[in-house]
C-alpha cells in the first residue's frame, strides 16, 4: 500500500473487541442482511435496518472511546455483510488485544489488524472485509408524516415488557402485538394477544 492511501485512511484502534462484539449484538440481523457502516470525525456508527424500513439499529461509538482515530478527507460510508463483520470481530475477540481498523486499503476493503507479542516473535492477525457502496441510511423519524406521536424510555423496561408479552405466542404461529398511546390522561399500553392476553402498562409514563 503505497503512502498515499494510507494518509487517506480512516484509521481507528479499539482497546477492547470483546466490548465492540457486545455492543453489536444487539442488532438483530438476518443472515445475509448487510449494516450501513459511517466514520466521521466524531466517531464511528453502524446502521442496519430491514428492507420495510420499520426497524432500524444504531451504534455509535465516539472517538474518544479508542485509543487512536482519524478519519481525513471527510466522513466514509460503506456497506458490510452484517453476519462477517461480526463472525471477523468475534475471531479477534478471543485474543484480548487491542484491534485496528482501517478503510478503504486498495482493494476498497475494510481491514483489521491484530498485533501480539510471543516468545522472541511478534504475530501479526490481518483480515479483509469487502465492501460495497451504501448511501447514507436516513434516520426513522425522516419516514414519519405528522401527526406524528413517540415516547421515550429505558431500554432496560422496553426489554423487559417484550419478555412479559412473549409469552402469549407459545405455541402460536399468529401472535400479535397492539401498542395504544393516548394524550390526554397520559397513558402507553402494549396489549399481547395469541394463545392468550396479556396487558402491560408502564407506570412510569
Known sequence: MDSTTSD???HAKAPNVRA???MLQAIKSTAKQHCTVLLGTEGLSVR?????????SSIFLRQEMFLEYRCPGGVRVFGLQFNNLMDTLQVFASSGHELVLKYPNANMQL?????EQGEGNDVNIYAQLDSQEMPIPKDL????????????????????MIEDLEWTAVGSNNSTVEV????????LLFTA?????LQVRPISM
Do not use: H, N
Not at 48 to 56: A, G, H, M, P, R
Not at 141 to 160: A, I, N, R
Open 48 to 56: 442496519w435496518e430491514i428492507d420495510s424500513k420499520t426497524l432500524q
Open 20 to 22: 465492540l462484539v457486545q
Open 193 to 197: 394477544q395469541a394463545a392468550g392476553t
Open 111 to 115: 481491514e483489521c489488524q491484530m498485533s
Open 180 to 187: 395504544c398511546m393516548q394524550r390526554q390522561p397520559r397513558r
Open 8 to 10: 487517506s485512511q480512516a
Open 141 to 160: 423519524s425522516d419516514y414519519w408524516q405528522d401527526p406524528s406521536s413517540y415516547f421515550l424510555t429505558s431500554g432496560m423496561l422496553l426489554k423487559e
